[in-house]
């Protein structure tokens, strides 16, 4: 799983690295315009198209029916009828570029929410490290050392909660760039990467994962933690970031999507697509 | 008649907040006024409560260095204020150049005549009119309201007729802010998000600090299961819902079973806090319906671990980046400070005197609070001085006045509340921050150009507070005041126990008598005309004789009649007298909210030990000017003119005051 991970991230790695000074607006147009173009190929290829152009007519057909008959109630319904009828059939011809657009954005946006989701740290600014135990392990009694980087400082000593079996330490970043903790339980050592004062549009990791499917799908960036290990996670908790659009504030997600769709319908005639 | 408690009448129905936050569409835009350059600019600082006395003292020590060289430069006097010397009716002279007759606030605290309970003097609230109810839920068809109630035009509005450019910091007494397109703050009497003075929430395991009738703020009892933590941080009342429910956050603490140290997780943010430590402004959102929150902000402070589990949370300020209620003008100021330097005290009275007088926070945690405000407040006069290039600047500072209010007792050994132990400590208080102020002057004379005019001024001054006078009582103990069951004395407030078909006088507010009145109160019996005047006099007579029985000292210097005292439209609507208390008296905790207690009077012991809502002439402000100042005794009011007069306006008809330069 790691390798394609490792493989997908990079991709997106290469698309962005030329507008990483710049407005995060530029990376999210980009990738946008990009997704939309998928969208409109993925609907060329894999759906009926004649046939949405067929359903589509008749639709058309059946709305100037409406018109032309409104005085007749029964002609009426029975175009109603018919417009309801061929919108189902224009569903399932879309059902199938849906199914298959599915999986590939869920995995796109797994990834975009690691550029666009989170805030690196400024120096100065704290923060929490928590570390997840493996099951089996007592974090009042875990042998553990968390070594920081030159460029963090840690800022309290460990507060253990055995419930969740968590151990949490507030720190803060010194220096920008990417610093660094190892954290060594057991004779293993693991590393989480820190992300402070980084460009305007970066790769921000808040966990490292568990070695499972499911946490290593949602935590693609960094390399799950081995599973000789007794720790499943550890997370920084990252200031989230949203997209400031003429002084609103609105969630990525939102802009991905709308450009997404704007981009789609304004390219459909270019590539001849029938929506 | 309305039943109403100490808790109701702070909150003063505030819910309307609520339903505020549903906010205008043209609060959305950010308004841009034309103003013109001006060649002359002033620049006016404003420190509450700022003594003359300890200012004269302190500078010619050489410790206000800054206050010393402004002094050379142009000049200072004691500035006189206002009548009674409260902060609301004194900030209300200074802004609007009536004095209490013109401009309607005559105390903190006013009275519905016709069912004698108190209100606040300077807004109004009213909730939404129009509504629909769906089952449980009420939905609004218009907003609620909230009314400034000083009448009368703001300097500042004057200086726009003229397009003269004006920001205005904190400016007490303008909450909501008046209508302008000037960008102003609005200052003390700004509420928290409860809609009250600032209500903090304490949790604590100690059964011992559990009180159930505690001004300013609320304590609730926790339970520490396994090292963890449960309760509900209360929030505004949910007007969108019957009975306006109280809304709340749950929140979990969870705490080290060795280390000093807790996590608090609260809706999505989690941080640790050591023992001993302050967190920095943590915003809640109180949800009403699914579409509509109230945003705040807060501060959490772990006061202890173990053995008992303590943590205080501020008074939920009103959040810069959405306003609950209308802070600034224009509404994208406030924001605009929001995004300049993140959440910031938006409560008019932003330090928790009241955790400290209840025991809460002790001195070095008060202080270090005080402390926070202070650097804010420093952090945006920066900011604000740097692009100060035309017009007029005030700048306000609340520091001074509060700090005053709860450490003057280390510097009066007379004081029931002195402590040498803590004077050890803490005896510096004033003096810091009276050299605070030193430093804030020395930053803006340092940016000024020979075309600034520089004014610091305050608005009243301080005197010791060390012994209270129950003046309902005394209106009791003389006749004036009959009570229904005498057994019940001093158990109710808002004169519940009152005979008003032969009660004669009564008391409201820290400085207020009024008459009961017959055709203007409820049950007024007494005659306007001869009856009332004579009546007027007798109590006047009366009071000004009164003494202390443990010392023998006067306790009021002079009883004012407004009458005479006061000028303009509002003069009908004032107490009948304003009562001037001598240096050391002040009106008891309880008789400002209509509760007539067996004792007249009784040393002072609360930490609040400084005041000044005493006679004016016992605690004048002070005024410095780079300008030669000619008057001889300048009074807040004649600010008002002055300005205008530095910008070429002429003063308007109504206004009292005279020019100074």
């Not at chain 2, 006189?80 to 105390?107: E, K």
């Not at chain 2, 610091?456 to 009582?473: E, K, L």
């Not at chain 2, 005041?481 to 004395?489: A, D, E, K, S, V």
Request: aromatic content about 12%.
């Amino acid at each position: 799983m790691w390798i394609f991970n490792s493989a997908f991230g990079k991709i997106f790695d290469a698309l962005f690295l030329p507008f990483r000074d710049m407005s995060p607006w530029v990376g999210m147009i980009l990738v946008s315009f990009l997704t939309g173009l998928l969208m409109l190929f993925v609907f060329k290829w894999t759906s009926n198209q004649q046939g949405i152009q067929k359903v589509k007519n008749r639709i058309k057909a059946h709305l100037l029916e409406l018109r032309l008959f409104k005085d007749s109630l029964s002609q009426s319904l029975r175009s109603q009828g018919n417009i309801l009828r061929c919108n189902l059939k224009y569903i399932s011809y879309s059902a199938k570029p849906m199914l298959v657009m599915i999986l590939p954005l869920i995995l796109i946006i797994i990834q975009l929410n690691f550029w666009f989701g989170y805030e690196s740290l400024t120096p100065n600014e704290s923060t929490i490290l928590k570390i997840k135990l493996a099951e089996d392990q007592n974090p009042l009694e875990a042998q553990i050392a968390v070594q920081p980087s030159s460029g963090l400082v840690m800022e309290t000593l460990p507060l253990r909660i055995e419930e969740s079996q968590e151990i949490n330490w507030r720190f803060s970043a010194t220096q920008g760039g990417m610093q660094e903790f190892t954290v060594t339980i057991d004779g293993e050592t693991v590393t989480k990467k820190v992300a402070v004062a980084q460009k305007p549009l970066s790769k921000i990791s808040p966990q490292k994962p568990d070695n499972n499917f499911l946490d290593q799908v949602l935590y693609p960036v960094e390399a799950p933690i081995k599973s000789q290990v007794p720790i499943k996670t550890i997370e920084i908790q990252y200031p989230s970031k949203s997209m400031n659009l003429f002084g609103w504030e609105i969630h990525w997600i939102i802009a991905y999507f709308v450009l997404s769709i704007i981009f789609g319908f304004a390219f459909k005639g270019v590539f001849k697509v029938q929506i | 008649m309305p039943n109403i408690n100490r808790r109701e009448f702070l909150k003063l129905g505030l819910s309307a907040g609520s339903l505020l936050a549903l906010g205008s569409p043209s609060d959305l835009v950010t308004k841009v006024f034309g103003k013109a350059d001006t060649h002359t600019k002033v620049l006016i600082l404003g420190f509450d409560g700022m003594d003359a006395h300890l200012t004269n003292i302190w500078m010619n020590q050489g410790k206000l260095p800054a206050f010393e060289r402004l002094r050379n430069r142009g000049g200072f006097t004691p500035l006189q204020t206002s009548l009674p010397p409260q902060s609301p009716v004194a900030w209300s002279n200074f802004i609007t150049g009536l004095n209490p007759g013109g401009h309607g606030i005559f105390d903190f605290i006013h009275r519905t005549p016709e069912y004698y309970l108190p209100t606040f003097s300077s807004t109004k609230t009213s909730d939404s009119t129009k509504t629909i109810s769906i089952g449980n839920l009420v939905l609004p068809l218009s907003g609620g309201t909230i009314e400034n109630m000083m009448q009368g035009r703001a300097f500042w509005q004057i200086l726009e007729d003229h397009d003269i450019p004006a920001t205005i910091f904190k400016m007490p007494s303008n909450f909501p802010p008046v209508e302008t397109k000037q960008k102003t703050l609005s200052g003390m009497g700004t509420p928290d998000i409860t809609g009250s003075l600032g209500e903090f929430n304490y949790y604590t395991t100690e059964v011992t600090e559990l009180q159930e009738d505690l001004g300013g703020g609320e304590i609730h009892e926790v339970y520490v299961i396994g090292n963890r933590v449960e309760a509900k941080l209360p929030g505004p009342e949910n007007a969108f819902k019957k009975n306006q429910p109280e809304s709340s956050i749950d929140f979990k603490v969870f705490i080290d079973p060795v280390h000093p140290l807790a996590k608090i997780v609260i809706q999505d943010q989690e941080f640790i806090l050591q023992e001993k430590e302050w967190s920095r402004w943590r915003r809640v959102r109180f949800p009403m319906i699914p579409t509509q929150s109230v945003s705040g902000i807060c501060m959490f402070y772990l006061k202890q671990v173990r053995p008992d589990f303590k943590l205080y949370i501020s008074p939920i300020n009103i959040d810069p980046a959405a306003p609950a209620m209308p802070i600034s003008t224009p509404a994208s100021y406030a924001k605009e400070l929001e995004k300049e330097f993140g959440p910031f005290y938006t409560k008019g009275l932003p330090a928790d005197f009241k955790a400290m007088s209840n025991g809460i926070l002790d001195e070095e945690e008060y202080l270090a609070q005080d402390d926070t405000i202070l650097e804010e407040r420093k952090a945006m006069f920066e900011y604000e001085l740097s692009r100060f290039d035309s017009g007029l600047l005030f700048y306000y500072v609340s520091s001074t006045d509060q700090r005053q209010h709860m450490f003057w007792r280390f510097l009066d050994p007379q004081s029931p509340m002195y402590d040498p132990a803590l004077v050890h400590k803490h005896g510096t208080a004033i003096e810091d921050i009276y050299r605070e102020a030193d430093n804030m002057l020395d930053m803006a004379m340092s940016k000024a150009d020979k075309d600034t005019i520089i004014m610091v001024m305050s608005d009243h001054g301080f005197t010791p507070f060390r012994r209270t006078f129950n003046i309902n009582s005394w209106l009791k103990e003389n006749g004036y005041i009959r009570l229904i069951n005498n057994r019940r004395q001093g158990q109710e407030e808002a004169f519940m126990n009152t005979d008003w078909s032969r009660t004669k006088a009564y008391s409201y507010g820290l400085n207020s008598l009024y008459i009961n009145l017959r055709g203007r109160e409820g049950e007024g019996i007494v005659n306007p005309g001869a009856e009332k005047e004579a009546l007027v006099r007798e109590i006047v007579q009366k009071l000004e004789k009164v003494a202390d029985p443990k010392t023998g000292e006067r306790v009021i210097t002079k009883a004012y009649i407004t009458q005479e005292d006061y000028l303009g439209s509002q003069k009908e609507k004032a107490p009948e007298i304003i009562v001037g208390y001598n240096r050391g008296f002040r009106t008891s905790w309880s008789a400002p909210l209509g509760r007539i207690t067996k004792e007249v009077f009784a040393d002072n012991m609360d930490k609040w030990s400084g005041d000044h809502c005493m006679d004016p002439a016992v605690c004048p402000g002070i005024l410095f000017s780079s300008e030669k100042i000619r008057s001889d005794s300048p009074a807040l009011f004649d600010l008002t003119p002055t300005i205008l007069s530095l910008f070429g306006i002429e003063k308007p008809d109504n206004m009292v005051g005279k020019k100074i330069f």
